[in-house]
């Protein structure tokens, strides 16, 4: 018997109208409404042909609901690629259900927000996380190391921009695969602001990334680009970031800034490798012992792999232990515990 929200769910995240789905499966756009609002029970054969024009494998309209969520998005985008994204997040959700049925992960740690200051807000998380003046780690570790969990959106909903939600008291992050290195590290931290309450998560990302303290005390007044270029691997952010919060800080004079910029914008300069999930890696790694594929693990979920591999930062088809990581020190202490 199909379930109404999951043919919404499944248009939607192949960012169909109700119109189009209908020409694809031979039906009309009047019966896809009344199949989604349960009005009507299609055939089985009618079934069939809207699974197979949605692209989803046998099963997947007929299964349980998936879980709402609700999205803030802070890039603007066109509502069927917000839809998109948000049916990728739903999926995401599903698995992570899936995951958490077998595995034991870290409880959330984020810090319930009590003011408006994004720069109080960064101090605050990072003495809480015990990284109080120093570079940040790897940010999609950290994060998972603090029980938030950190999927990527398929590249088809790239446009509708990182974002982040809660659903059943757990953190969620969804970051852009086509976003270079340096911005989905900036992205990550942003997310973390917007989960942390804060009025101006873009603040909060810089602050959080280059915190205050630090940077005064390592980065000596008036630096030249090929000092910044080099304070920039130290912090793992770009080097125009760290130019900007310099000048911010009085680091930089708007001279001296101007300058920087200049050069920064003829040569090609920041982080190389894509920060990725630890998490997963591990999840991955434990049931690939266990003798459970990848293509098995979509398979219970009703989904193809693919779809699953846009979910997970490519993982189950490209990515080895420790890929995507800046250096092994300064890693947060991740545990997976197989129930």
Same mark, same amino acid.
């Given at each position: *018997? ?41 055939? !089985? ?12 494998? !046998? ?6 609901? $998936? ?15 917000q839809d998109a994204a948000i049916g990728a997040a739903r999926l995401a959700i599903g698995f992570d259900g899936w995951l958490t049925r077998a595995f034991t992960f870290p409880e959330p740690d984020l810090p319930a927000w009590e003011h408006d200051d994004p720069e109080t807000a960064a101090e605050v ?145 920041? *982080? ?21 594929? !990848? ?9 193809? $792999? ?34």
């Open positions: *018997m199909l379930t109404p929200s999951r043919l919404v769910l499944a248009r939607t995240r192949r960012g169909l109208t109700a119109v189009e789905l209908a020409r694809k499966a031979g039906t009309s756009p009047a019966s896809i409404g009344d199949y989604e609002h349960g009005r009507r029970r299609p055939r !089985p054969a009618t079934t069939a042909r809207l699974t197979e024009a949605l692209g989803f494998p !046998p099963g997947f309209l007929e299964a349980d609901d $998936v879980p709402e969520v609700e999205v803030e998005f802070a890039t603007p985008a066109a509502k069927r690629q998380v990072r003495a809480r996380w015990g990284i109080p003046h120093r570079p940040a780690p790897n940010l999609v570790h950290l994060l998972e190391a603090h029980g938030v969990r950190v999927f990527s959106l398929p590249p088809d909903c790239a446009g509708a921009g990182p974002f982040s939600c809660r659903h059943a008291g757990t953190p969620y992050v969804f970051l852009d695969p086509t976003a270079s290195p340096d911005q989905a590290r900036f992205d990550a931290a942003r997310e973390l602001g917007r989960l942390t309450g804060v009025t101006d998560p873009q603040t909060f990302a810089t602050a959080f990334l280059l915190p205050r303290a630090g940077l005064l005390a390592g980065v000596a007044r008036g630096p030249v680009t090929e000092q910044v270029v080099a304070h920039s691997g130290t912090w793992h952010v770009s080097p125009s970031l760290l130019a900007h919060r310099l000048l911010d800080l009085g680091l930089l004079s708007r001279t001296q800034h101007a300058t920087v910029c200049a050069h920064l914008a003829r040569r090609t300069a920041g *982080m190389v490798q894509r920060e990725t999930s630890q998490l997963l890696t591990k999840v991955f790694r434990a049931l690939r012992a266990q003798g459970t594929t !990848p293509h098995g693990i979509a398979r219970e979920l009703l989904l193809d $792999v693919e779809e699953l591999n846009g979910l997970v930062f490519g993982l189950v088809l490209t990515a080895l232990p420790g890929r995507g990581e800046p250096g092994r020190s300064g890693r947060p202490n991740l545990t997976l515990v197989r129930r």
